[in-house]
């Protein structure tokens, strides 16, 4: 089955800075790769994704990015803020039916 | 639209206990999953369910039971709870593309 290697699993950094989180999957049939915010006690919610055909996608702050030869994809937010402090999470799908693997997460801490 | 809805909220069980996990979506989503969520773990695929009647085993299967009768609902069951199935769990639901969470259920087996 599909493994989703996720680092860092902390990542701090000061208000106006870049971070970027990065994964890897394993199963070159993957083809689904969204991104997931979880803040502390609510469920996860989706912030941006890319498919397998597309090699990277922005969203105002936030991008992700595909290395389908590597099999690896990041997570790039800049000009963080203190809102963004949450867990954030990797996945991958390769059954075609939204079931999904997920990296094991990373907080993210924005100080202003 | 209420999305995707779990019910309960947090629930206490006593070990060997037996308790259903209610999850119901009004998107008319043909999939539907279970997850849990345990500290450093992410979350793991418990069961999933691609349309009535149909349901496959994820990653960690052993100790719950699913059925899906309607679109709308996707029950988990735990047959016998134990101390390790102490956990938070999420029900999704998709129509192949974006997945929706519901709000979780806190479970705690003591």
């Known amino acids: 089955g599909e493994n989703v290697e996720q680092h860092p699993s902390t990542l701090s950094v000061q208000e106006g800075d870049s971070a970027v989180i990065k994964c890897t999957y394993s199963?070159?049939?993957?083809?689904?790769f969204p991104w997931y915010k979880q803040e502390l006690g609510k469920r996860p919610q989706l912030i941006i994704d890319?498919?397998?055909?597309?090699g990277e996608k922005k969203d105002q702050r936030i991008a992700v990015t595909l290395n389908k030869t590597a099999k690896h994809f990041s997570l790039h937010i800049t000009e963080t803020q203190p809102e963004d402090s949450a867990v954030y999470f990797c996945?991958?799908?390769?059954?075609?039916?939204?079931?999904?693997?997920f990296g094991k997460g990373t907080m993210l801490l924005v100080s202003p | 639209n209420a999305g995707v809805t779990q019910t309960p909220k947090f629930q206490v069980l006593k070990t060997g206990q037996s308790m259903t996990l209610q999850c119901a979506q009004d998107m008319n989503h043909e999939y539907m999953s279970w997850y849990r969520q345990d500290p450093g773990m992410g979350l793991r695929l418990i069961h999933y369910?691609?349309?009535?009647?149909?349901?496959d085993q994820g990653e960690v299967p052993n100790g719950y039971n699913v059925s899906r009768s309607t679109t709308e609902d996707f029950p988990l069951r735990l047959l016998s709870a134990a101390p390790s199935q102490t956990s938070v769990y999420f029900c999704?639901?998709?129509?192949?593309?974006?997945?929706?969470f519901g709000q979780g259920t806190r479970l705690t087996v003591v």
């Open positions: 890319i498919r397998s055909n597309v």
């Open positions: 999704a639901s998709s129509s192949g593309v974006e997945a929706f």
């Open positions: 996945a991958a799908s390769d059954s075609g039916y939204s079931t999904l693997t």
């Open positions: 199963d070159s049939a993957s083809n689904y």
């Open positions: 369910s691609v349309g009535a009647g149909i349901t």
